[in-house]
């Protein structure tokens, strides 16, 4: 069974300092892919980033990073300088590799609060 | 910008009241699902199809709930009769088949209150 964790459900930060959103996940599939999501005060799901299983790289994508690790079974987001526009509930997502579009497994979510 | 559309976006009634949600898919798309999202569970998976064929929806109260795809631009979620532990958001999703390593495509969702 896939199982994602994200152990911090809630983290207050003041605006301008990192902070990082941690994931840890479960599968047993050699092949599988990692999302975030983010969930911002109005309710939608705003995809931010997929990751391959095969690709440890890390990404950085303007203040957002992203830190994979297989030994681990981790997928930690960072947001650098952290800004008030960041305060959303952050979704970690796993899937499998299977003949088609397959089921997310989410974790439980991280709500983020930046103070101004 | 493609988009995944959902209606209604608010729902609010009476306990025992039939309630139908709807979902169009991105165009192209032929993989839909749908997800509840509750305060205790989160976002969990209630049924997806592909090709309009019901795949899994082992998540779903099968007593109440009943998921369908009339054809490939709509998907219809309804319960019968709804209870007031069914109050959640509901999202649908749409993704391409035979690539899942693309992102799925999530409507607005609809946040159902049933009283």
């Known amino acids: 069974a896939q199982k994602v964790t994200q152990a911090q459900t809630e983290i207050s930060v003041v605006e301008k300092e990192d902070v990082t959103l941690d994931c840890v996940y479960e599968?047993?599939?050699?092949?599988?892919?990692l999302f975030w999501y983010k969930q911002p005060p109005s309710g939608e799901l705003v995809f931010l980033i997929r990751r391959n299983s095969f690709d440890e790289q890390n990404e950085i994508s303007g203040r957002y990073s992203w830190n994979f690790q297989k030994s681990t079974s981790s997928f930690n987001f960072t947001i650098t300088a952290s800004q008030v526009v960041d305060s959303a509930v952050y979704f970690c997502a796993l899937t499998s590799r299977n003949s088609g579009n397959t089921p997310l497994v989410f974790g439980k979510g991280t709500r983020l609060s930046v103070i101004a | 910008d493609a988009r995944v559309t959902q209606t209604p976006r608010h729902k609010v009634t009476e306990m025992g009241q039939e309630v139908t949600m709807r979902c169009q898919p991105i165009l192209g798309h032929n993989t839909v699902f749908w997800y509840r999202q509750t305060m205790m569970q989160g976002l969990e998976l209630l049924a997806y199809?592909?090709?309009?064929?019901?795949?899994?929806d082992s998540g779903m109260p099968k007593d109440r709930f009943s998921a369908e795809m009339p054809d490939a631009t709509l998907a219809t979620l309804k319960i019968q009769p709804s209870e007031p532990r069914d109050s959640a958001v509901y999202f649908c999703a749409s993704g391409p088949t035979g690539k899942s390593n693309q992102p799925q495509h999530f409507g607005d969702g609809t946040r159902l209150s049933i009283l």
């Open positions: 599968t047993r599939d050699t092949t599988y892919y």
């Open positions: 199809f592909r090709n309009r064929a019901p795949l899994d």
